[in-house]
């Protein structure tokens, strides 16, 4: 029984770990978007466009 309850705690830190990086993910990646949206506009408004 200890082995099974074991198990499953592990299971489970193991699921909020994924989901915790999966989270991250997507924080880096708005801010990687965010920074190419700047240079972006920084370009344009440079260049008078």
Not at 7 to 28: C, M, P, S
Not at 37 to 47: M, T
Request: proline content about 0%.
């Amino acid at each position: 029984m200890d082995t099974k309850e074991a198990l499953l705690k592990r299971r489970d830190e193991a699921k909020k770990k994924a989901t915790q990086y999966e989270n991250q993910v997507k924080i880096l990646l708005n801010k990687q978007r965010d920074a190419e949206r700047r240079a972006r506009n920084h370009q344009l408004i440079v260049h008078g466009a």
